[in-house]
Nanobody, 114 residues
Framework: QVRLVESGGGLVQTGGSLRLSCAAS????????MGWYRQAPGKQRELVAW???????SYAESVKGRFTISRDTAGTTVYLQMNSLKPEDTAVYYC????????WGQGTQVTISS
């Protein structure tokens, strides 16, 4: 079973940037079904950036134009570049497949100060 480990979170000011990484313990089967989720306190987990089957990417409206999902050529690491961060981006960020997900990792905390 593939294990997912997220990293790269931290505390930054509004307008700052962070790059999150998601390392898998092996090759990700169905990497075109991978995405980044986030869960803010008291809210449901939401999908914010994901790959589409033909290799394109898609984003939630709340992050479009600010976040970029990418992956390495080996298919074992997925990234999330986050720019122009806002306080409402504060959440724990997770990566996983949105179809047939793996067990969830521990996530990485992102905190944006105003």
């Amino acid at each position: 079973q593939v294990r997912l480990v997220e990293s790269g979170g931290g505390l930054v000011q509004t307008g700052g940037s962070l790059r999150l990484s998601c390392a898998a313990s092996g090759s990700i089967f169905g990497i075109n079904r991978m995405g980044w989720y986030r869960q803010a306190p008291g809210k449901q987990r939401e999908l914010v950036a994901w790959f589409i089957s033909d290799g394109r990417t898609s984003y939630a409206e709340s992050v479009k134009g600010r976040f970029t999902i990418s992956r390495d050529t080996a298919g074992t690491t997925v990234y999330l570049q986050m720019n122009s961060l806002k306080p409402e981006d504060t959440a724990v960020y997770y990566c996983n497949k949105y179809i047939s997900p793996y067990p969830w990792g521990q996530g990485t905390q992102v905190t944006i100060s105003s």
